[in-house]
T-cell receptor, first 113, second 111 residues
């Protein structure tokens, strides 16, 4: 158990819908990272937040957004969902802004039908 | 563009043998590399890391070798056990300290 929690574990929704994925980092970790894992693209970095502010951006679509709240938990919002958005979404956390080891949560499996 | 890639998609080894998983990277500016293990249904788990000022680092049953000249790193697992069966990813720290992952190598340990 990495100490990072993600909810929900599974999510099934229809195209065009919007969903919110939630992540709670390990106690004391200030950074939260979001990754998408699909069979054809592997693990892709989406976005990083550090202590409430966006720190780095990767291959995140404009339909996707994220935020980190004062209690350091983070949410990833996916809107106008397409079939191709079906994937595993992982959250990771680290104690600082990027030097430390990243601890991954168990992931949320999103299925868009 | 810059990328991190794995040489082999699958690797099958016998229990007790040593395993070697290879990874190539293309960004010569990368200065930090990590190996992760991902078991089925779980998130990636940190195994070992290495900075570019080193060429070898050892952990418990694992060794990472870094060859900056040819931009290659490898993960060696000694006395491979059934519990080592998983997908192994190498990753590099990119801009903003985001991890850039390779595609992964599936390691299968047979009895």
């Amino acid at each position: 158990d990495s100490g990072v929690t993600q909810t929900p574990k599974h999510l099934i929704t229809a195209t065009g819908q919007r969903v919110t994925l939630r992540c709670s980092p390990r106690s004391g970790d200030l950074s939260v990272y979001w990754y998408q894992q699909s069979l054809d693209q592997g693990l892709q970095f989406l976005i990083q937040y550090y202590n409430g502010e966006e720190r780095a951006k990767g291959n995140i679509l404009e339909r996707f957004s994220a935020q980190q709240f004062p209690d350091l938990h983070s949410e990833l919002n996916l809107s106008s969902l397409e079939l191709g958005d079906s994937a595993l979404y992982f959250c990771a956390s680290s104690v600082d802004g990027g030097q430390g080891e990243q601890y991954f949560g168990p992931g949320t499996r999103l299925t868009v039908t | 563009g810059e990328s991190v890639g794995l040489h082999l998609p699958t690797l099958s080894v016998q229990e007790g043998d040593n395993s070697i998983i290879n990874c190539a990277y293309s960004n010569s500016a990368s200065d930090y590399f990590i190996w992760y293990k991902q078991e089925s249904g779980k998130g990636p788990q940190f195994i070992i890391d290495i900075r570019s000022n080193m060429d070898k680092r050892q952990g418990q049953r694992v060794t990472v070798l870094l060859n900056k000249t040819v931009k290659h790193l490898s993960l060696q697992i000694a006395a491979t056990q059934p519990g080592d069966s998983a997908v192994y990813f190498c990753a590099e720290k990119g801009p903003g300290y985001a991890l850039n992952f390779g595609k992964g190598t599936s390691l299968l340990v047979t009895p």
